[in-house]
T-cell receptor
Framework: DTGVSQDPRHKITKRGQNVTFRCDPI?????LYWYRQTLGQGPEFLTY????????KSRLLSDRFSAERPKGSFSTLEIQRTEQGDSAMYLC???????????????FGPGTRLTVL | ELKVEQNPLFLSMQEGKNYTIYCNYS?????LYWYRQDPGKSLESLFV?????AVKQEGRLMASLDTKARLSTLHITAAVHDLSATYFC??????????FGAGTTVTVRA
């Protein structure tokens, strides 16, 4: 078990370009989460997968953002037509199943730091 | 919407002294997490508190949860330099996701 991994670790792009990030969760975890963290703030929830199904999206996730988790394994987060306000650390986390809307301990990856010029 | 407030936001500690970080939250929950983040790094899980009155301890850190008061505390005993980091509390709001506080940035000075 090597933990949650994310790729790339850093991405610098020009405004208007599209970017895609990848997350590989801990192998036995069914749940996968994306969060965004800006400087001096706590992580903010973006979206959540149970296996391959995307079950919730935050209103922070505009139409320019899309996430997938094909086959319930790795996940990708794509941002189209990037804006300077998208600059942030994008964190992926995974966890075991719990019932009743609960979440077990979420284990975070190292994050992808996005800078939009 | 679940709101999570931490205080203080910044804490300058003197080595060897004791300090407490507070985490208040706005709606019912009986599941709360504490994470540590070093600069430029990801979040490391410290504690999970699962019920009213829960207390967990690891080294110089002790966390507790009072669900009636909607309050968790992280107590640091005899601070040492390697405890310098940002500490986040995160609350499970029964909606499959965590809501985080803004974090407490801790600096330990000699």
């Amino acid at each position: 078990d090597t933990g949650v991994s994310q790729d790339p670790r850093h991405k610098i792009t020009k405004r208007g370009q599209n970017v895609t990030f990848r997350c590989d969760p801990i192998s036995e975890h069914n749940r996968l989460y994306w969060y965004r963290q800006t400087l001096g703030q706590g992580p903010e929830f973006l979206t959540y997968f149970q296996n391959e199904a995307q079950l919730e999206k935050s209103r922070l996730l505009s139409d320019r953002f899309s996430a997938e988790r094909p086959k319930g394994s790795f996940s990708t987060l794509e941002i189209q037509r990037t804006e300077q306000g998208d600059s942030a650390m994008y964190l992926c986390a995974s966890s075991d199943d719990l019932s009743g809307g609960r979440t077990d301990t979420q284990y975070f990856g190292p994050g992808t730091r996005l800078t939009v010029l | 919407e679940l709101k999570v407030e931490q205080n203080p936001l910044f804490l300058s500690m003197q080595e060897g002294k004791n300090y407490t970080i507070y985490c208040n939250y706005s709606t019912t929950s009986d599941r709360l997490y504490w994470y540590r983040q070093d600069p430029g790094k990801s979040l490391e899980s410290l504690f999970v508190l699962l019920s009213n009155g829960a207390v967990k301890q690891e080294g110089r850190l002790m966390a507790s949860l009072d669900t009636k008061a909607r309050l968790s505390t992280l107590h640091i005993t005899a601070a040492v330099h390697d405890l310098s980091a940002t500490y986040f509390c995160a609350v499970d709001g029964y909606d499959y996701k965590l809501s985080f506080g803004a974090g407490t940035t801790v600096t330990v000075r000699a």
